[in-house]
């Protein structure tokens, strides 16, 4: 029984005002990402594009996929290590968002971006997920495994120790900032709840996120008790 229940999650959203951007980073000009579609599109060629998933967009991708599929990353692994301000948290109460970090295995799903809405659907997708200059280099091809074979596949937010932009935490200190740290666009735990939610629903199962749904329920009914 996942111990981080609607109700808990319900504790920790809030109406939050739009900040702006994330402090400290540069806002992607349309002209750079115009640039970064356009290198997506090249480095693709004429394949099929396909997206892999592993946190919300699972389960929210704002596109209609052309077919998804269950798919194995090696080489990285799911991690709550990218701190934020903005979104799902604040300056004052800042949050975690997930990432992809070197080592371990991911599971996930793939996406393929339909044929007919290739561009629009690309274009949507990149300045969703990318919108700072900064970031840039966290988007990367990787090799995805399927029933149908491996497959290259477009992810976002997958970390290097050259960008120096993630640091992983431990589980009981992360949980802390997901458990408090609430934006405009909701809380951290509603995030870890919904990503656990449709992981499930798909039959996967990461043992990292299930023991740090434990850790932020635990937390959020501690803050509550005080």
């Known amino acids: 029984m996942m111990m981080l229940t609607r109700e808990l999650v319900a504790l920790t959203k809030r109406d939050v005002r739009d900040d702006g951007p994330e402090p400290g980073w540069t806002p992607l000009s349309r002209a750079e990402l115009d640039k970064l579609v356009r290198r997506i599109e090249s480095e693709a060629g004429d394949d099929p594009l396909f997206v892999f998933?592993?946190?919300?967009?699972?389960?929210?991708?704002?596109?209609?996929?052309?077919?998804?599929?269950?798919?194995?990353?090696?080489?990285?692994?799911?991690?709550?290590?990218?701190?934020?301000?903005?979104?799902?948290?604040?300056?004052?109460?800042?949050g975690l968002m997930m990432v992809l970090e070197r080592g371990g295995q991911c599971n996930g799903i793939v996406l393929e971006l339909s044929s007919e809405r290739l561009q629009e659907d690309l274009r949507m997708l990149v300045a969703r997920e990318i919108k700072y200059r900064e970031v840039i280099d966290m988007v990367r091809w990787v090799p995805v495994r399927t029933k149908a074979g491996v497959r290259k596949a477009l992810t976002f937010w997958a970390s290097t120790k050259r960008a120096g932009l993630t640091r992983p935490l431990p589980s009981e200190q992360a949980s802390l900032l997901i458990a408090r740290a609430c934006g405009q666009g909701g809380s951290c735990a509603e995030y870890l709840h919904n990503t656990i939610v449709d992981l499930r629903a798909e039959g996967i199962h990461d043992r990292n996120l299930w023991r740090m749904q434990a850790l932020v329920a635990e937390e959020i009914v501690g803050l509550h008790r005080r």
Do not use: C, M, V
Not at 66 to 92: P, Q, V, Y
């Open 53 to 94: 998933a592993y946190g919300s967009l699972i389960w929210n991708p704002e596109f209609e996929p052309a077919s998804r599929e269950r798919a194995t990353i090696h080489g990285w692994h799911r991690s709550f290590s990218l701190k934020i301000e903005r979104w799902r948290a604040t300056s004052d109460q800042p």
